[in-house]
């Protein structure tokens, strides 16, 4: 699992073995799923950049890594 903190007082989780990136609001603790990873994508990392951009590590099951941009709007792009 890994954490990255926002200046928003989010925080995002990475968490492989769901395939999901997770944001958990500190003011209430609600937890919602922000990404999911597409089979045989997972997430290993995740930063939210102060942009808006959400940047996810992904890695697959043959062990082939990609980045994944996620803009604002929703628009996704692999690097």
């Given amino acids: 699992m890994v954490l990255w903190p926002t200046a ?3 925080v995002y989780v990475a968490v492989y073995g769901a395939q ?3 944001r958990v609001r500190l003011a209430d603790g609600r ?3 922000a990404a999911r990873s597409p089979a045989p994508w997972a997430p ?4 939210v950049a102060p942009d808006g951009h959400t940047w996810i590590l992904e890695y697959s ?3 082939a890594a990609r980045v994944r ?5 929703g628009k996704a792009r692999v690097f």
Avoid: C, K, M
């Fill in 8 to 10: 928003g007082g989010d």
């Fill in 20 to 22: 999901a990136v997770l």
């Fill in 31 to 33: 937890v919602t799923t």
């Fill in 44 to 47: 290993s990392g995740v930063l």
């Fill in 61 to 63: 099951t043959s062990n």
């Fill in 69 to 73: 941009r996620i803009a604002p709007n």
